[in-house]
Structures are given as structure tokens and as C-alpha cells.
């Protein structure tokens, strides 16, 4: 089949012509979210965002009906109904809604949904459009409706109380999956300009900071001007680029990114509040006692203890 070009917009001409808020509006992942999420995407419109933080899920998002411009790491695409996408976890996007109209739906799949189903994840894995390069497909109209009925049946699944219920969601999550592999993918082929560059790299960056493996990962990058140092860029010019694009300064970033970690090892781990200090870089605890105290209001041990239930499967 002859497969269509998606359209793409240069990064600054799109921002001067479509954002009427900062570009980049930072949100963190939701600590407490569930291992598996299904929405009508009428009913739950996306809001304009960039992800810089570990959000954990894949996420499947198809469209029947709306316009959009998705940005996937240095790729950007113009969606339009017929339109699926495959996000991988980690990955840094931005989303702009250009229309009034939007319709389909959009799943988040924890990889422990997938534990029980080892041959489901390795799928997943190893799915060549999980990759911000190859993430957009284009579906014909018999394709796209055949895939919104997959959608359809897996919400309805997860609504309803059939015990095997998780069986027939994988099912039908194989059936989207080869669906779209026998659709076809337009490769994302135009590069979005340096600045973003310089921003995504600080993004992708700061990521990579706070991954913590374990109570003997120590973070060392913590300053606007080591941030810049390893983009090899002035302080002051990054600074200024992502302020003017996100609303927020590289201290601002770099201090909700630490808070959101603090608060995952209080909530997911049993460290104490000593080792939680070592590990994000602090000198002493009483020093990142004050950061969290000033930052929440409420001290680290504190919201430990009112911390909500964790995570269930």
C-alpha cells in the first residue's frame, strides 16, 4: 500500500503560530497512578505537556477524529484522525491540540501489568515503533476503525468484572500491535531546530541524573552551570532558552525534579531519611530536611507517614 507522508512542522514556526502558553509546561509523572489505565480520549483530553520525568508507562494513544502536534524526543509529527502512537517510557513529548474535535483513546501499560505475560512484554520491547523516530503510524479507514473497536472492547473489559478480564485485554493489545505493524510507518526525517536541542538535551539530561539504582547511587549533577557545562553551552543562554519555552528557570526545574524523586524514595523505598539525603546529594540530612520541609510544608518523615497507599496492580 502507498503510505502517506505525515506532515511536520518546523519547532519555532509552530510555537510563534499555535502556543498561547509556554511551549514546554512541565508536569511530573503521577506518583500513585495504577499499572494499567484505558480513556476515551473525548472524555479526557490530553493537556499540553512535556514529560522530562520517569513516567514508567507505554503509552498507546489512538485517533479518530482532532488534530495535534506531537513532539517525540527531536521528532515532531501533525496527527490527524487514522493516526496511532507508540510512546516508550522515558521518552520526552510535548503535545499541542489544534482543534476543537477530538476523539479515540489512549492506554498506559505499567510493565509490571505485564509480568505475568513474559512473551506480552518482550513484545513490547522489542516493538520497533516504541521509538520516537518510527512512533507514528498512519492508518487506513478500515485499519483505523478495526483498531478503535480493539479499543472499544479492552475499556470495556476494564470496566467490567470478568475474572479473566487481563487475558482478554493482552489479547487485544497484540491485535492493536499487529494491526498497526501491518500498516505500515512514515519515519520521522526532519530534525527540529538547535534551540530545542539545547532544551531537550537538558531534559533528557536531568533524567538521566535521577536515575537511582540503588542507596549507593549518588547524584552529582546539581547546578544550573554543571547542567550546562556537560551541554557545553553558556549557563545563562540555557537558562534563558528554557525559561522563555517552559515558563520555568534551570534551578526551577532542577529543584522539582529533586523534590519528585524525594518524595518516590520516601513512598517506594524503606531507606531512612539519612541514606534518602546521600543518595540526592545532599551534604547532611538536615539540609535536605529543610529543602523538602520549605518545598511540601511538611517534613520528609512526615509525609512518609501520610503518604497514600502505594501503587496497586
Known sequence: MDKAVIP???LETFVQVNFKVPFLQVEPYVLDASYFSIKNREQNPVNDYISPNRRQF?????????????TIGLHQYNLHAGDIVFLHPDEIISWQTTSAETGGHFCLIHPRYL?????????FRNYPYFKAAMAVIQLTESQSARVNQYFESILAEEEGRNEDKKQAILLHLQLILLEAQRAGKNRADVAVPETYRYIHGFLALL???FQIEGPDTVIKIKTAAEFAGQLSIHPN?????VKNQT??????HIQ??????????LRHTDWDIRAISYVLGFSEQAAFTSFFTKKEKV??????ETALTPINS
Open 115 to 123: 509480568e505475568e505475560a513474559a512473551h506480552i512484554l518482550h513484545l
Open 8 to 10: 511536520r512542522l518546523e
Open 256 to 265: 522539582a525534579r529533586l523534590l519528585y524523586e524525594a518524595k518516590v524514595l
Open 58 to 70: 507505554f503509552k498507546i494513544f489512538h485517533m479518530t477524529s482532532g488534530t495535534g502536534i506531537l
Open 207 to 209: 533524567e538521566s541524573t
Open 237 to 241: 543562554y540555557l537558562n534563558t532558552l
Open 299 to 304: 517534613s520528609p518523615s512526615a509525609f512518609r
Open 247 to 252: 515558563g520555568k528557570t534551570l534551578r526551577e
